[in-house]
């Protein structure tokens, strides 16, 4: 090879070299470009996208739940409080391995697969970022454990929060509720944002009605974090706003009284104030503990409430309806003399049974032999049947129908309660629609003395007796204040009608012949009542083995219904006592006890009253 | 004739070293850029470490001894690395073996070797000693090199490559593949070789899918097509990356006010991805900045190789300059979300030290390769 060869072909390596040079400096700016136009595309065309995600990185939302409302009664005494307890959460996100830390929780706070479970579903409905709860109401011992083991437990967080309590215990369970853990169709109701974190949701009575006012308004904080979840700065923050507290009209002591003043029976009280509507006290027995479903009922605690035949879940006060009985029988004096069927002073044969026209079927009064010549006054402190069979049929279906219901029976009162029920004031159209069958009038004649179809709850009972001791001026029952309100007055053409009425309800207790007589004896204040016995048919059909439960179920319900002082009413009661027997013999003595206690002679100190056997 | 030259060459470069003021040699422009990149690097190492001054000084001494090794290395006479390159070539391979046998074992591959005084990867050898041998072996043969030559090429290329591969390190394995190869294209291997090539990496690499990559690898791969599939794994390195790049936007959040770097949202903020900690505080306008920075470096490179008179100074100079070109576009890559996660850092940028080493006594050579026209300049 000669040089000049080698020269040449070198300076043809070299043109080739540059050549290659060219290329790949082409090849650097095309690859530095290529970069440039990806950072171009994340930075200016994606950047609002990323700029989201990087906050959403940082910064969460923490929501601030806000602490729900205590419930007092009149005086002050709690009924609804929030204790600390406390409890594991954990935030999924921070979990690092989801099912060791499961495993280690559930070795540390002994959890069984149920419970696990129920964690898992809680962590697949969460949103990001949420606390889902693991296990609430820790012990010290807990507590611990956890503190020992949080090395290994990232994610997993002990909060304190505030837990239910219900420190009456089954006094007024059937008033103030109880709170319990949100269910799926509970979801479906409430406002997301606001429940985000709020552990319990009203279920029954006060805590349901209320729910809106006791939960308040959840707030929130925005905190900066870092990528372990640690909270660096707080942002932004939205203090939660507290649930308002609220004060019941009920009486913790004279509601203590009317539950222990049923004694052994399953019954219902309601008192009111006559002036106001406000509702002192509110029995429904037997009661329960609410504060076995704060935190989750167990199965066997909630299926032995649900199996016990006493049924003490029932809200006797004013879910259950029962046939009002006798205790109707002054409205329908009222509605006769205002229809001018009857007077006052006019006297009736009553015998000891009643007959329709052209009809033999007897309608036999509760006296055997009858009550002989009556005045209204004597037929509604005897409880006179005939005289108020004869009136019933004088007067028609249709017009008890409307004087009942402008007396507000056959509908709710409206109190502030839920589960309230109707009752019913039977009328030509309902049996129409219902049963599908016209009216007959022998139903209009046992509609005269509160039997047959009609139904009333204990509320509205007690609201009936309020109107007839205010002379037709109405109250919506309540048990929190800004629930008052006066309801459509019952009026009559002659207000001197109200009198003849009144004073009959007055000679059932202070009279030589009232049938509760007995129970006016030694009270330093008079009373006006009446009392009343319904046939059983409900609660009788339940399947019972017990020889001696059997036959105290066939028993009747016994009703009194009252107010006092006569003169200037500061009380009126309804007392329905299951399968009691008489109303004068059981129910009278209970409603002499609370209006004892209500006006205070006997303190709270229970009235030591007999109560008697025998008929009315 | 060739043993004349080498004599004339000796002599002149015995008489720079002894005779001649002593000078230091050097490509100022090129140093300039190189500074430049440390500085910004050491700057955004002051952030992606939280503002820790011992790391950013830890990193300020491996980056001074990687610029004080590439100076000193400036200095060497040129043809001293192509002689010795068969040398270094043998024992990087006896190294490699000696790993693949008992290497220590760190992430689950096995590339340290420990010499009871100092542990290293071997395979930052062959960064070097690859281009160098094929350098050495190609200078010496006619040119653009004939098939059978290409053919040692690719032997040469393919024995370290393959033991890197079997540590496993798939990253520096084709690092090393690539500077060989680049090697051989400014050889002037003819097009049609390199389409050829082309054309069989493509056939192959299903082959190399389903025989030869590891699960992780291919865990990588799949991740840059689907990072959200495992957004809390595989995928939150990618996607947080991104992440905090997009949320940069064009003028940066400021230094030391990246939230995604300052919070921790993203892993390694200060070694691979410490491209993103600088993209989400200096936005697409610092982009922009220390991408041509790159760039003109990368420019330079070629500038000097090119400018070089030796056929070996040349093609070695030319590969040097790409390899720094693969690494920025690489690492840039993987950052970016266009390449799957392998551990090549951003050089100057990434806290590190082995690597940048490498690269900067690379770098020296081609500043030593550079000095070399001087005086075969005079010969002619």
């Not at chain 1, 921070?94 to 149920?114: F, G, N, P, Q």
């Not at chain 1, 429904?284 to 035949?309: E, M, T």
């Not at chain 1, 006179?384 to 509908?411: C, K, N, P, S, W």
């Not at chain 2, 074992?105 to 420990?114: E, F, I, M, N, S």
Request: proline share 5%; charged share 20%.
């Amino acid at each position: 090879m000669g040089r000049h060869q080698t020269l040449l072909a070198s300076r043809h390596t070299r043109a080739v070299f540059n050549r290659r040079v060219v290329v790949a400096a082409i090849v650097s700016v095309i690859a530095i470009s290529g970069l440039l136009w990806r950072a171009a595309y994340l930075q200016v065309t994606q950047y609002e996208h990323f700029q989201t995600l990087a906050d959403k990185n940082r910064i969460r939302t923490q929501i601030l739940p806000p602490e729900r409302g205590r419930i007092f009664d009149r005086n002050g005494h709690i009924l609804a409080d929030n204790v600390p307890s406390y409890q594991v959460e954990i935030i999924r996100e921070d979990v690092r391995d989801l099912e060791a830390t499961l495993s280690l929780l559930a070795e540390v706070l002994a959890l069984d697969d149920t419970a696990l479970a129920d964690i898992r579903q809680r962590l697949r409905q969460n949103r990001s970022f949420d606390p889902v709860l693991i296990k609430s109401g820790l012990s010290d011992r807990e507590i611990a454990e956890l503190a020992r083991y949080r090395p290994w437990l990232p994610g997993v967080e002990v909060a304190s929060r505030l837990t239910r309590v219900y420190p009456q215990k089954h006094l007024l369970s059937h008033v103030v509720g109880y709170v319990g853990r949100i269910n799926a169709d509970e979801w479906k109701r409430v406002d997301r944002d606001n429940y985000r974190r709020t552990d319990y949701i009203g279920k029954t009575g006060v805590e349901r009605y209320y729910e809106a006012r006791l939960h308040g308004q959840a707030g929130y904080r925005r905190v900066e974090v870092d990528a372990f979840g640690r909270v660096l700065r707080v942002l932004e923050e939205q203090p939660p706003v507290p649930g308002e507290d609220l004060v019941l009209s009920i009486d913790l002591g004279l509601q203590e009284l009317a539950y222990a003043a049923l004694g052994e029976f399953n019954g219902a009280v309601v008192a009111m104030d006559p002036r106001d509507g406000a509702v002192r006290a509110l029995v429904s027995k037997p009661s329960f503990d609410p504060n076995l479903f704060v935190d989750g009922i167990s199965h066997a605690d909630y299926q032995a409430l649900l199996n016990d035949p006493n049924r003490p879940l029932f809200n006797r006060a004013i879910t259950a309806t029962y046939p009002p009985g006798s205790t109707i029988k002054m409205l329908m004096g009222l509605a006769g003399l205002d229809l001018g069927l009857i007077e006052p002073e006019k006297r009736f044969f009553a015998g000891p049974y009643y007959t329709l026209p052209n009809h033999s079927h007897r309608y036999r009064d509760w006296r055997r032999g009858g009550h002989g010549w009556v005045d209204l006054d004597k037929a509604i402190a005897q409880s006179v049947d005939v005289y108020f069979y004869d009136l019933a049929f004088r007067m028609g279906i249709d017009q008890i129908h409307a004087y009942f219901t402008d007396f507000g029976l056959g509908e709710r009162t409206g109190i502030d309660l839920p589960s309230e029920a109707r009752g019913l004031v039977p009328s030509r159209d309902w049996k129409r629609n219902v049963r599908g069958e016209p009216w007959y009038p022998g139903e209009t004649v046992i509609a005269g003395i509160g039997q047959g179809y009609m139904l009333a709850t204990a509320v509205q009972l007690a609201q009936m007796t309020t109107t007839l001791a205010n002379r037709g001026e109405r109250y919506r029952p309540w048990v929190v204040a800004d629930h008052a309100r006066s309801e459509p007055p019952f009026e009559i053409k002659n207000l001197e009608h109200w009198r003849p009425v009144l004073d009959g309800m007055l000679h059932v207790v202070h009279s030589s012949y009232g049938t509760a007589r007995h129970v006016g004896e030694g009270a330093p204040y008079q009373m006006a009542g009446k009392t009343g016995t319904a046939q059983v048919f409900s609660v009788a059909q339940d399947e019972q083995y017990d020889a001696e439960q059997l036959e105290r179920r066939l028993h009747d319900h016994a009703l009194f219904v009252g107010y006092a002082p006569y003169d200037a009413p500061k009380i009126s009661v309804a007392v329905i006592v299951e399968n009691g027997g008489s109303g004068s013999g059981t129910a009278a003595p209970m409603a002499r006890k609370v209006m004892d206690a209500a006006l205070g002679y006997y303190g709270y100190e229970q009235a030591d009253i007999e109560v008697r056997g025998g008929r009315e | 004739m060739a043993a004349n030259k080498f004599l004339s060459s000796f002599s002149s470069s015995v008489g720079h070293l002894f005779n001649s003021p002593p000078r230091l040699n050097y490509d100022p422009v090129l140093l300039f850029l190189l500074v430049l990149l440390a500085a910004v690097g050491l700057i955004s190492g002051y952030s992606a470490s939280g503002g820790d001054l011992v790391q950013v000084k830890r990193m300020a001494v491996r980056v001074g001894l990687a610029f004080v090794v590439m100076l000193a290395i400036a200095q060497l006479p040129a043809r001293l690395f192509f002689r010795g390159a068969p040398w270094l070539f043998g024992f990087g391979v006896l190294l490699l073996v000696a790993v693949w046998a008992f290497g220590d074992l760190g992430k689950g591959a096995k590339r340290w070797l420990d010499l009871g005084f100092i542990r290293f990867q071997p395979s930052e050898i062959m960064k070097l000693a690859v281009p160098l041998i094929v350098t050495w072996f190609l200078a010496n043969r006619p040119l653009p090199p004939s098939f059978p030559d290409v053919l040692v090429v690719l032997f040469l290329v393919g024995v370290p490559a393959g033991l890197i591969m079997l540590q496993p390190d798939l990253g520096t394995s084709l690092l090393v593949v690539a500077t060989g190869l680049f090697v051989l294209f400014f050889a002037g291997l003819a097009w049609r070789y390199i389409i050829g090539f082309c054309a069989l990496l493509a056939a192959i690499a299903p082959l190399l899918w389903f025989y030869v990559m590891e699960d992780y690898q291919k865990q990588r791969v799949l991740m840059l097509f689907d990072p959200q599939s495992d957004p809390l794994g595989d995928g939150y390195q990618i996607i947080q990356s991104v992440i905090a790049i997009g949320s940069g936007g064009l003028y940066g959040k400021g230094w030391m006010e990246g939230t995604q770097a300052h919070l921790d949202f993203l892993p390694e903020g200060t070694t691979d991805f410490v491209l993103a900690v600088f993209a989400e505080e200096f936005g697409l306008i610092g982009m922009l900045f220390l991408f041509l920075l790159y760039l003109a470096t990368v420019l330079r490179c070629l500038a000097l190789a090119a400018k070089a008179e030796s056929v070996e100074g040349r093609l070695f100079g030319a590969a040097v300059a790409m390899m720094f070109l693969i690494y920025v576009f690489v690492n840039g890559g993987m950052v970016l979300g266009l390449l799957p996660v392998v551990g090549v850092p951003l050089p100057l940028m990434s806290y590190g030290g082995t690597a940048l080493v490498t690269l900067m006594m690379a770098l020296g050579m081609l500043m030593a390769i550079q000095s070399q026209k001087r005086f075969l300049g005079h010969e002619q």
